[in-house]
């Protein structure tokens, strides 16, 4: 992996972390916690999204997924800690 691969990568896990923040509505978690929330959501993502069937392309395709994979993991954390 190059070097803007790797800019790249963390750019989408920020946005994606970022915005599944404004989607379930919560505090946030820092532009690192963004980060980290946004590259897990986008492994979870690809796996469902790869067990569903479903294929994405190009860089909105990858943020539309990580996103979504990073909402469900925020649902998921909220759900342990309700527990």
């Known amino acids: ?3 803007i691969s790797l800019i790249i990568f ?7 972390g970022w915005l599944a923040g404004k989607i379930i509505k ?3 978690f820092g ?6 929330v946004g590259i897990v ?13 479903i294929t994405t392309g ?3 395709g990858s943020i539309i997924m990580a996103t979504i994979g990073a909402v469900i993991l925020l649902f998921l954390i ?3 800690k309700r527990a």
């Open 1 to 3: 992996m190059d070097i």
């Open 10 to 16: 963390l750019a989408v896990g920020a946005l994606a």
């Open 26 to 28: 919560g505090r946030g």
């Open 31 to 36: 532009v690192i916690g963004n980060i980290i």
């Open 41 to 53: 959501g986008a492994v979870l993502g690809g796996f469902l999204f790869g067990v569903l069937g």
């Open 58 to 60: 190009g860089l909105l």
């Open 78 to 80: 909220r759900l342990v």
